[in-house]
């Protein structure tokens, strides 16, 4: 039997319980790379076990994922030296209240 933890806080799905299921989906492009979730809609054991879903006990831990996502800009990614400026943009726009 396959059990299912939520990719935030670590806590294992009960049978039945209406957890949240994304999909992972990067994309790297030749000057940027963009990660982003996909929720889908509705929870489904056969589409959770796909390597790139990711699951929630709840919307607070999707949400929070997504801002962890979002935020983490130190990992390095191929080709994102060469646009400086371009990365410096999108930091001001994001910049925190
Ligand atoms: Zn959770």
């Not at 957890?19 to 929870?43: D, P």
Request: net charge positive; proline share 2%.
């Amino acid at each position: 039997m396959v059990r299912f933890e939520c990719d935030t806080c670590g806590k294992l799905k009960d049978n039945g319980e209406p957890w949240i299921l994304g999909f992972a989906a990067e994309s790297v492009g030749v000057k940027s790379a963009r990660r982003e979730i996909n929720i889908a809609s509705g929870w489904d054991d056969a589409q959770a076990v796909d390597w790139l879903a990711v699951h929630f006990c709840s919307d607070d831990c999707r949400a929070e994922y997504t801002e962890r996502l979002f935020s983490n800009r130190t990992i390095p990614i191929a080709g994102e030296t060469a646009s400086v400026k371009k990365s410096t943009a999108v930091r001001t726009r994001r910049k925190r209240a």
